[in-house]
């Protein structure tokens, strides 16, 4: 391993959240040819000083899997189980799992760090959302109505829904006025369902 390489990934990892792109590995690393990056990159990952995330991307194996998430797909929103255990408004959800929603084709990465799903959402139900240090987070609201809309949809969680979230903690005023985005179909099933239980 290059000690002054790591040094350089050290330094950087902070103004990057530990998590680098090709290019960036270019500008901190200087390597001048595309063989000599890359067989430098490959030696930081088999060093274990970096973790492959997918092609192009690497990152610290102290990253979080959220900034990964943002960095993979910078317009997508972290949302369901992530956001709610977040805010404890359910319990915990596996540690190695992000999901995010995003309008486009449904996305998995998996990498030593754990698994980064990005869902799929039709662009009128793409709302909901605060930007928070740079990311997209939804609401608890919406990242309720996320789960509720998917599980609708047939999706399984490692929760259940009917069960296991704390409405109570929701604001059910933004739920009403979420609701008026969503088809009618769904919305009846939400409200069978949540409907008597605020």
Known sequence: MNLVSYRLLEHWARELDG?????????????????????????????????????????????????????????????????????????????????????????????????????????????GFDVINGMRCATPEKAFLDVCYYAYRGRRFSFDPATDVNVADLDRQRIDHYLSFYDRRFVSDFMRIWGARW
């Open 19 to 127: 998590v680098f792109t090709l290019a960036d590995l270019r500008v901190v690393i200087g390597d001048r040819s595309e063989a000599a990056l890359y067989k430098r990159v490959a030696s930081l990952v088999r060093d274990g000083i970096l973790v492959k995330v997918k092609s192009g991307l690497y990152a610290m194996p102290d990253a979080d899997l959220r900034v990964i998430s943002c960095r993979i797909e910078p317009d997508a929103y972290l949302s369901t189980g992530t956001v709610l255990a977040q805010a404890s408004i359910i319990g915990s959800i596996p540690a190695k799992r992000v999901q995010a929603v995003k309008i486009g084709r449904p996305r998995i990465y998996q990498c030593a760090l754990g698994t980064i799903e990005h869902l799929s959402i039709s662009a009128h139900l793409y709302f």
